[in-house]
């Protein structure tokens, strides 16, 4: 009997242990979570075991069995694939509430592998039913519980009851106490995210470290003075994982942007060129975007864009296809109060699917008109150009296309081209957000939204399509995840001269130049500068996980694009004037002298605590 429960034992902890080993070494998470989850698993063994005994007379008790098991043993698995996923995708353990979010994309999974959507939940159905089947086996080979009920005293049946409820109620009072976040263990970091860590995909917020740069935050906004008078509208669009060079705007060979082409040519629209991004993700770039930091300035309480306008007056309407309430949680908290949100999560309730942008002009057009007085915000976040936007309900101009969501990425260094099939799947994406924005625009010019406004149009970071090997984003500091298009269109007023524009702008210089545009007072902490003002820092700063870099520009005839993987230790050089996409690594040309200063220069930099004034 006790070798039968030895092998039970044996068998229930081997998922978690071949689990734990891959979460400590491989997703290098600290080895002190291995004993409290060890301990929480323990919790659903022991009720399973303890139920057996009480059903052990039930005809029924060996088919009741096997479901629990294999149901428990499934959800357990599942949950562990979606740990993994999370850490390698975004570098943080999957919250509770954003599970859904991950089901709901399955489609991709299945348009990714070009099969049916129904195929998913029948594989699912199939894979429990083979662990039911082998449950129903073993049981019926090694069942102890049998023995056991005839062997164990009622006395002792119930003292073991007993025991294995103060046990449970215990581990279950530290659980719901979260006692065990610290440590990090995956199931307290699900149901229990720690509110003292920002964690932007990866990118942590130093606890210590922020909260003094909040200290000046904070007293920023006690310093500051909105401005009088009338002030324009806003319409900002961030198109997620936008590379310019896709964009026929910018002179890109195919037709993927006829209407935006056509509107900035009417509206006499400010195209910028060689905006970098400060990140490779969307938390850690939208975070960016609008405090105006590079990663180093983050902290939990920001004086953030949207804090500047609402005291000037603005009310803010978010509309956003993508799922941040709870996907993006932390960018949802940093936005404060607003008017108006709406995002992807809210998909289901009018028939559209995650990722959707067809529900932005759904919703916009159940907008109100403009009332002509009080001034406005409305932000748009597209994702017709992500990988993981909505499968194509037509085919686009551009065939063969494939989702290349499960190509293997892995940097090989100056080598590597673009394949042919992922641009095809990411310029149709692209046509399509041309499409989204034009409905937009015709529906904000029909309310009156486009008196007299400013339209800003974006992204987050741009997206590798096989170039150096890589694809997707959020794995790299190449060209192609950090080259993203900035357009400036006045609707209803004229604009002044075009002022010249720096070389490589930085993503924390685009929220300064839209508040100059629209006469509202900059925050004294942010750290980009307007673009209009000729002025700016001589570095322009990056990082995504474990690489960071800069770009220094102080040289009009060479940018220096230097980056480190901090994890190796090996860095790289490029100069970007004669090799915008990093063809040619220039490390073993350069001076050490040269890349020493480099080095420390990106460690200034990227490190928290160091002013980049």
């Known amino acids: 009997m006790l070798r039968r429960f030895g092998l039970d034992a044996a068998l229930w902890y081997s998922i978690p242990v071949c689990f734990l080993a891959a979460y400590v070494t491989y997703l290098a998470q600290p080895a002190a979570a291995i004993g409290p989850h060890l301990l929480l698993v323990t919790v659903p063994f022991l009720l399973l075991q303890t139920l057996r005994l009480f059903l052990q007379r039930l005809r029924l008790q060996r088919l009741v069995t096997a479901t629990l098991a294999a149901t428990l043993i499934g959800l357990l698995a599942t949950y562990y694939l979606l740990v993994i996923a999370g850490l390698k995708s975004w570098g943080g353990v999957v919250a509770w509430d954003v599970i859904p979010t991950f089901f709901s994309m399955a489609v991709v999974l299945t348009d990714s592998l070009s099969i049916p959507t129904f195929v998913f939940p029948i594989v699912g159905?199939?894979?429990?039913?083979?662990?039911?089947?082998?449950?129903?086996?073993?049981?019926?080979?090694?069942?102890?519980?049998?023995?056991?009920?005839?062997?164990?005293?009622?006395?002792?049946?119930?003292?073991?009851?007993?025991?294995?409820?103060?046990?449970?109620?215990?581990?279950?009072?530290?659980?719901?106490?979260?006692?065990?976040?610290?440590?990090?263990?995956?199931?307290?970091?699900?149901?229990?995210?720690?509110?003292?860590?920002?964690?932007?995909?990866?990118?942590?917020?130093?606890?210590?470290?922020?909260?003094?740069?909040?200290?000046?935050?904070?007293?920023?906004?006690?310093?500051?003075?909105?401005?009088?008078?009338s002030k324009r509208n806003l319409v900002f669009i961030v198109v997620d994982a936008l590379r310019p060079d896709h964009l026929s705007l910018y002179g890109y060979s195919r037709p993927t942007t006829p209407n935006l082409t056509r509107i900035a040519a009417e509206q006499s629209a400010r195209i910028i060129r060689g905006v970098h991004a400060t990140c490779a993700d969307t938390s850690c770039g939208m975070f960016s975007l609008f405090t105006s930091k590079f990663p180093n300035g983050f902290s939990f309480r920001p004086f953030i864009f949207h804090d500047a306008l609402r005291r000037n007056g603005y009310r803010i309407h978010m509309i956003l296809s993508a799922d941040h309430a709870y996907f993006h949680r932390e960018l949802k908290e940093v936005y404060g109060p607003v008017d108006t949100f709406y995002d992807g999560n809210k998909a289901s309730e009018r028939g559209f699917y995650l990722n959707d942008d067809a529900l932005l002009t759904d919703r916009m057009a159940r907008m109100p008109d403009w009332d002509h007085i009080t001034p406005v915000m409305l932000q748009f976040h597209l994702m017709s150009a992500h990988i993981l936007r909505k499968a194509d309900d037509t085919p686009g101009p551009f065939q063969p296309a494939r989702r290349y969501a499960l190509s293997n990425s892995k940097d090989m260094g100056p080598g590597g081209g673009p394949t042919?099939?992922?641009?095809?799947?990411?310029?149709?994406?692209?046509?399509?957000?041309?499409?989204?924005?034009?409905?937009?625009?015709?529906?904000?010019?029909?309310?009156?939204?486009?008196?007299?406004?400013?339209?800003?149009?974006?992204?987050?970071?741009?997206?590798?399509?096989?170039?150096?090997?890589?694809?997707?984003?959020?794995?790299?500091?190449?060209?192609?995840?950090?080259?993203?298009?900035?357009?400036?269109?006045?609707?209803?007023y004229a604009v002044a001269a075009d002022a010249p524009v720096r070389r490589f702008p930085s993503q924390v210089d685009i929220a300064p130049t839209v508040l100059d545009e629209l006469g509202v007072p900059l925050p004294a902490t942010w750290i980009g500068r307007d673009l209009n003002s000729g002025a700016g820092l001589p570095f322009t700063f990056f990082e995504e996980h474990a690489f960071a870099g800069l770009i220094d520009h102080r040289d009009a005839t060479h940018a220096w694009k230097y980056w480190i993987d901090r994890k190796t230790g090996v860095d790289h050089i490029f100069d970007l004037s004669v090799d915008p996409h990093e063809k040619s690594d220039l490390r073993a040309t350069i001076a050490p002298q040269s890349l020493a200063q480099l080095r420390e220069m990106t460690a200034a930099g990227t490190s928290a605590g160091l002013s980049l004034r």
């Open 125 to 229: 159905m199939i894979l429990l039913a083979g662990l039911f089947g082998l449950c129903w086996r073993y049981l019926n080979k090694f069942d102890w519980v049998g023995p056991a009920t005839r062997q164990i005293p009622r006395s002792l049946l119930a003292m073991i009851t007993v025991c294995v409820t103060a046990f449970v109620a215990q581990e279950l009072h530290e659980f719901s106490r979260s006692s065990w976040t610290p440590y990090g263990e995956p199931l307290s970091l699900t149901f229990f995210p720690p509110r003292d860590v920002l964690n932007l995909e990866g990118y942590s917020v130093n606890p210590v470290w922020g909260k003094r740069l909040d200290q000046a935050e904070d007293a920023a906004r006690a310093n500051y003075r909105p401005s009088n008078g």
């Open 420 to 492: 042919a099939t992922a641009v095809n799947f990411y310029d149709n994406g692209v046509v399509r957000a041309d499409a989204i924005i034009n409905d937009l625009l015709a529906l904000l010019q029909k309310k009156g939204y486009l008196q007299n406004t400013l339209v800003v149009i974006t992204a987050d970071h741009g997206e590798s399509l096989g170039e150096h090997g890589l694809y997707t984003h959020a794995n790299s500091v190449r060209e192609e995840v950090l080259n993203i298009p900035l357009l400036l269109i006045p609707y209803g």
